[in-house]
């Protein structure tokens, strides 16, 4: 059974850094395209970065891009979110998720994406 566990997550100030941990079981490294999500009350849930299972290729929402890195541990079942110079807006929940039947490179769409995590809160703030 696939489950993924996010962990991490804390209140920093602006320009600190957090990595946020997603632990997945049962997925198939080297396939699977892995997502991170995040979501503010009131907003829907937006894609900040993913990387593609096959190749490696990694994307990032223009918003993060330069402050965020993704990476993958296929060997110990973890995805990482590297965030730097951390901004107030970049607070919210934020969420992994797999994807199970990725095509070309990986996508930050919510509907493509089988399994989520229950999520961890980032609080950016003086």
């Known amino acids: 059974q696939l489950q993924l566990v996010e962990s991490g997550g804390g209140l920093v100030q602006p320009g600190g850094s957090l990595r946020l941990s997603c632990a997945v079981s049962?997925?198939?490294?080297?396939?699977?395209?892995i997502g991170w999500f995040r979501q503010v009350p009131g907003k829907e849930r937006e894609g900040v970065s993913c990387?593609?299972?096959?190749?490696?290729?990694?994307i990032y929402a223009e918003s993060v891009k330069g402050r965020f890195t993704v990476s993958r541990d296929n060997a110990r079942n973890m995805v990482y979110l590297q965030m730097n110079s951390l901004k107030p807006e970049d607070t919210g929940v934020y969420f992994c998720?797999?994807?199970?039947?990725?095509?070309?490179?990986?996508?930050?769409?919510?509907?493509?994406?089988?399994?989520w995590g229950q999520g961890t809160q980032v609080t950016v703030s003086a």
């Open positions: 998720a797999v994807d199970r039947h990725p095509w070309g490179s990986c996508v930050m769409t919510m509907r493509d994406y089988d399994y």
């Open positions: 049962g997925f198939t490294p080297g396939y699977d395209d």
């Open positions: 990387v593609t299972g096959r190749s490696g290729t990694t």
